[in-house]
T-cell receptor, first 113, second 114 residues
């Protein structure tokens, strides 16, 4: 049972345009969400997070939006750069529970120069 | 800067061998995790530890065990490697002092079991 889903395995975007990566979750107990970026042959690196008391969090070119009623979050990258080409994982956690994250299956983003 | 290191980047083992994967973190983190990453399946949690000598099963613990004798070191053990354990193994650490903090990952070990 996949509690965190990333339904698009891959996405291609032109340099300078917006990249939108989506993530859906099923467990209403999740109240903290993170995005990680992973380059080949490297470990994932933390990108941005959001707690359920917010619906938006912004850090430079990266913005995460949370729609609790739809159990959906998205990561916007504006403008997209070739160095953003990587696999992006969303992860969910319950702050009142354990420190465990549940990760999605990942979306491979390719930014075309 | 948090540093998480893993003992090997690439490892090739034969079916039935005992395999040790080591992870060391230098940030005095309480929590440590072992994941495996497979295409189309994302990162799946194998085991985690909140403290020295403490361990808890993750989502896919079968065929694995762990050891945490020192705070900075968390080992993953494959008692008898099988071909379906061929995967990328990722270790992570996290402070346990505040909830909601990110996990820091090592570079990964690509294990091939033949």
């Amino acid at each position: 049972d996949q509690q965190v889903k990333q339904n698009s395995p891959s996405l291609s975007v032109q340099e300078g345009r917006i990249s939108i990566l989506n993530c859906d979750y099923t467990n209403s107990m999740f109240d903290y969400f993170l995005w990680y970026k992973k380059y080949p042959a490297e470990g994932p690196t933390f990108l941005i997070s959001i707690s359920s008391i917010k619906d938006k969090n912004e850090d430079g070119r990266f913005t995460v939006f949370l729609n609790k009623s739809a159990k959906h979050l998205s990561l916007h990258i504006v403008p997209s750069q070739p160095g953003d080409s990587a696999v992006y994982f969303c992860a969910a956690s319950s702050l009142g529970g354990t420190y465990k994250y549940i990760f999605g299956t990942g979306t491979r983003l390719k930014v075309l120069a | 800067d948090v540093k998480v290191t893993q003992s090997s980047r690439y490892l090739v083992k034969r079916t039935g061998e005992k395999v040790f994967l080591e992870c060391v973190q230098d940030m005095d983190h309480e929590n440590m995790f072992w994941y495996r990453q497979d295409p189309g399946l994302g990162l799946r949690l194998i085991y985690f530890s909140y403290d020295v000598k403490m361990k808890e099963k993750g989502d896919i613990p079968e065929g694995y065990s762990v050891s945490r004798e020192k705070k900075e070191r968390f080992s993953l053990i494959l008692e008898s490697a099988s071909t379906n354990q061929t995967s990328m193994y990722l270790c992570a650490s996290q402070t346990g002092r505040t909830v909601g903090k990110e996990q820091y990952f090592g570079p990964g070990t690509r294990l091939t079991v033949t």
